[in-house]
Nanobody, 124 residues
């Protein structure tokens, strides 16, 4: 069983940056792809991007440019860096992991393991 524990959220002014962390426990992260999603109040859980086990990344169109996904398999940790934060980035951010996919895992249902979520609030 893989457990994911998130940290790094908070209240930030527009224009600021945050780096979210997702620490894996129980199994080695290098066996899994890690996805990042966010859920704004009253909305669905949206794909932000993912890193494959070898570190290659894919981003949603809306995340390209300001979001950077990375991972340190030796530390069993994945990261989501968000720059130039905007009020519309306010959401709960989730990391997720999985290892058996049909195609590219862009949907929440593609992932088995989830972090607890971390709130990011951006003030204008």
């Amino acid at each position: 069983q893989l457990q994911l524990v998130q940290s790094g959220g908070g209240l930030v002014q527009a224009g600021g940056s945050l780096k979210l962390s997702c620490v894996a426990a129980g199994r080695t992260l290098r066996s899994y792809a890690m996805g990042w999603f966010r859920q704004a109040p009253g909305k669905g859980r949206d794909f932000v991007g993912l890193s494959w086990s070898g570190g290659e990344t894919i981003y949603s169109d809306s995340a390209k440019g300001r979001f950077t996904i990375s991972r340190d398999n030796a530390e069993n940790t994945g990261y989501l860096q968000i720059n130039v934060l905007k009020p519309e980035d306010t959401a709960v951010y989730y990391c997720a992991a999985g290892s058996s996919f049909r195609g590219t895992p862009l949907l929440p249902g593609d992932y088995v393991y989830w972090g607890q979520g971390t709130q990011v609030t951006v003030s204008s």
